[in-house]
């Protein structure tokens, strides 16, 4: 299985035979199309460009997108905090399904006190707001001055970010920046870029929305939250 984007995504969508299946991944048309190839074959396909896993994973946690075990814990993670009702992974019409009635009631409800939201090292560099260009197409509230300073800040493989999994992440408390320190959530998982997601509950984020990740003595984060996060 990889993942495709920009002109060769749309090359292989009319056809041919490097895949055997190929579609939009359903969750966010940011991160790109899914193809599933064939055993064997070599390399990118369609005269596409291979780069790092790091450049999904970033965009995937930038765009608030949880995935895997450590981002949706089983017997934990509930499906609205986990962000899955915005990324069409749940059929509000359609029934039965385990856990079904307290997914619905919360979805009817409309009443949803933490979810998972993206997490960035605050830094004090200087910067615009800009992504780079392997990135400049994700939705503009995730064009942060903290995104891109970790960003510009990375080691680059042709402009691309290149990054591994950060276990200080992983299920980490999650508390207020401010001088109470107040629990806030639990980090899910993040990058040594310093791009994480975090199960937060909002009434208890600070306005500004910083954090720090391992407790109060922890490196200090700002939390991103989507227009339907609120």
């Not at 984007?5 to 991160?31: I, N, T, V």
């Not at 064939?38 to 765009?63: I, K």
């Not at 997914?103 to 006190?113: K, Y």
Request: proline share 5%; glycine share 12%.
């Amino acid at each position: 299985v990889v993942a495709v984007s920009g002109p060769a995504a749309m090359k292989a969508a009319q056809g041919g035979d490097a895949y055997d299946h190929f579609c939009q991944d359903p969750r966010r048309k940011e991160l790109g199309w899914r193809g599933l190839r064939r055993a064997g074959l070599a390399g990118p396909a369609h005269d596409s460009e291979e780069a790092p896993e790091a450049l999904y994973h970033a965009a995937r946690r930038l765009t608030a997108v949880a995935e895997g075990a450590r981002d949706l814990p089983a017997e934990e993670a509930l499906p609205l905090e986990g962000n899955l009702d915005m990324h069409h992974a749940i059929n509000f019409e359609k029934g039965c399904y385990l856990g079904q009635e307290l997914t619905a009631r919360t979805h009817f409800t409309g009443v949803v006190r933490k979810r998972v939201v993206p997490i960035i090292a605050a830094t004090d560099a200087a910067v615009d707001g800009a992504l780079p260009r392997a990135l400049s197409h994700l939705p503009a509230w995730a064009h942060t001055a903290e995104a891109a300073a970790v960003l510009a800040g990375a080691d680059s493989d042709e402009g691309l970010p290149v990054a591994a999994d950060d276990e200080a992440y992983h299920d980490q408390e999650v508390v207020s920046a401010a001088g109470d320190a107040t629990a806030v959530g639990k980090a899910r998982s993040g990058d040594s870029l310093g791009i994480g997601l975090a199960l937060l509950r909002f009434e208890r984020l600070g306005a500004d929305g910083r954090v720090r990740l391992g407790g109060g003595d922890g490196r200090e984060h700002v939390a991103i939250l989507p227009p339907w996060a609120a």
